[in-house]
Structure formats: structure tokens, C-alpha cells
């Protein structure tokens, strides 16, 4: 079978398409289109950043609490700014609760007869373990088999993005990308295989530094052919 293999791309503007630049008699111009979805982009971040804004002020107050059950000294000058600093971090690193995959594929599906595999491989993934709020982190591999529609390869990795930066467990982030792809293409297949270190397992419990965990989901054709899913998993095997 053949396959289109590539690596991960990044995506612009929270996923929304700009066109590129067209150069007129050595000017550059935005297409229409281009300049109602940057419009579009700018509004709905200046959304997000409000909503993130009027709750920064109970995050901070719930650090403060927490640094000082510590018995830490939140007034001493390397910790007077830590609340804030914390709670605009945990924003960051849980912005997916904001993002639906609706608002990063709009105008990035394509009607294209390709029926063979599509695979993009080793994107980097960050989460946080819902259990102990503290990181695990990886590659996600994920592979599909078009019906007639394909996606814009970035699409994948914000796809990644959006559900991994939640409290997660990697379970479930497995399944949760491999589900919104297949149901926003419609694919004869779709395939995800997480690989994370987890540091619940490296700094606090078994502390097992060279653990890893490896998930799958299997959708479609991918979990009714052995041989396109055998197929999958010997493409994303690295070295």
C-alpha cells in the first residue's frame, strides 16, 4: 500500500486558514476571505484572553494558599510574583478547554481522490496527568485512510494540541484525537499511537526513570485489517 508520510507543520492564527499573500505590481494584498478569517482569529482570542483575565485573580488567590500550606513565605522576593506566574502558566497549559476542533478546521478540508495511508508522525504532545497535575509528555503518531477528503496536514498536530493541553490521562487523549478525526472526515480509517513519559511515575511514586507508556486507538479499517494496521504500526516505528 502506498503512503504519504510527513512531519508535523505549524499551524497560524489558532488554526484559522490566511491565504497566502498575493503580490500585485510588487505589492501584497490579503484576499477577502483571508482578512474575514485573521478578523475572525483576533476576535475570538480577544474573547478567550477576557474570559482568562477576570479568572486569573481566584487562580492567584489559590496559589498563595497552596505556597503557603507549603510553609513557604509568599511575601519573600522570589515568590511575590509566583501566584500570578503560576496561574497564567496553568491557563496555558490547559487553553484546550477553550478550542473545539470546529474552530481550527473550517476551510482546511479538501474534497482530493485519495484513497491510500496518510500518516504524520512524531508530534510532539504535553499534557497534564489529571491525577497529580504534574506533566507527562511525548509522540503522537497518527495515521488515516481518506475517502475522498483529506485535511490539512497542520490540522492533525492542533488537533494534538487541543486535547492535550487539558487535564488528561493518556487513555483517553488517545482515544479523543483518534474520534475527532474520524468524525470530522469521515475516513475509511484512523489510527493514533500515543508514546509519553510520565513524571508521576519519575519523580514521585515508583520513580521509574526510564518508563514510557504506549497507547493506541484503532478505528475503522485500522482495527478490522490486520495488515493496514500492521502496515501503520511498522511505518511510525522509529529508527
Given at each position: 500500500m502506498e503512503?504519504?508520510?510527513?512531519?508535523?507543520?505549524?499551524?497560524?492564527?489558532?488554526?484559522?486558514?490566511?491565504?497566502?499573500f498575493q503580490c500585485r505590481n510588487g505589492f501584497s494584498e490579503l484576499s477577502i476571505e483571508a482578512k474575514k478569517a485573521a478578523l475572525q482569529c483576533n476576535h475570538e482570542k480577544s474573547r478567550k484572553k477576557s474570559e482568562d483575565d477576570s479568572k486569573?485573580?481566584?487562580?492567584?488567590?489559590?496559589y498563595t494558599t497552596i505556597l503557603r500550606g507549603l510553609g513557604e513565605n509568599t511575601d519573600r522576593q522570589g515568590l511575590l510574583r509566583t501566584p500570578l506566574r503560576a496561574a497564567k502558566a496553568m491557563q496555558f497549559l490547559t487553553k484546550g478547554y477553550h478550542e473545539t476542533i470546529y474552530d481550527i478546521l473550517n476551510d482546511a478540508i479538501f474534497d482530493e481522490d485519495h484513497d491510500e495511508m496518510v500518516i504524520v508522525k512524531d508530534?510532539?504532545?504535553?499534557?497534564?496527568?489529571?491525577?497529580?497535575?504534574?506533566?507527562?509528555?511525548?509522540?503522537?503518531?497518527?495515521?488515516?485512510?481518506?475517502?475522498?477528503?483529506?485535511?490539512?496536514?497542520?490540522?492533525?498536530?492542533?488537533?494534538?494540541?487541543?486535547?492535550?493541553?487539558?487535564?488528561?490521562?493518556?487513555?483517553?487523549?488517545?482515544?479523543?484525537?483518534?474520534?475527532?478525526?474520524?468524525?470530522?472526515?469521515?475516513?475509511?480509517?484512523?489510527?493514533?499511537?500515543?508514546e509519553a513519559a510520565h513524571m508521576c511515575?519519575?519523580?514521585?511514586?515508583?520513580?521509574?526513570?526510564?518508563?514510557?507508556?504506549?497507547?493506541?486507538?484503532?478505528?475503522g479499517v485500522f482495527r478490522e485489517d490486520p495488515k493496514t494496521r500492521e502496515e501503520f504500526l511498522a511505518l511510525t516505528k522509529n529508527g
Open positions: 503512503y504519504q508520510m510527513t512531519t508535523e507543520m505549524n499551524g497560524v492564527c489558532n488554526g484559522k486558514i490566511v491565504n497566502e486569573l485573580p481566584a487562580l492567584e488567590a489559590a508530534i510532539d504532545m504535553f499534557s497534564l496527568c489529571e491525577h497529580h497535575l504534574v506533566p507527562f509528555f511525548g509522540k503522537v503518531h497518527i495515521g488515516y485512510l481518506p475517502s475522498k477528503k483529506v485535511v490539512g496536514l497542520s490540522k492533525l498536530a492542533r488537533i494534538v494540541e487541543i486535547y492535550s493541553r487539558r487535564l488528561q490521562v493518556q487513555e483517553r487523549l488517545t482515544k479523543q484525537i483518534a474520534q475527532a478525526i474520524s468524525e470530522a472526515l469521515q475516513p475509511a480509517g484512523v489510527a493514533v499511537v500515543i511515575m519519575v519523580m514521585r511514586g515508583v520513580q521509574k526513570m526510564n518508563s514510557r507508556t504506549v497507547t493506541s486507538a484503532m478505528l
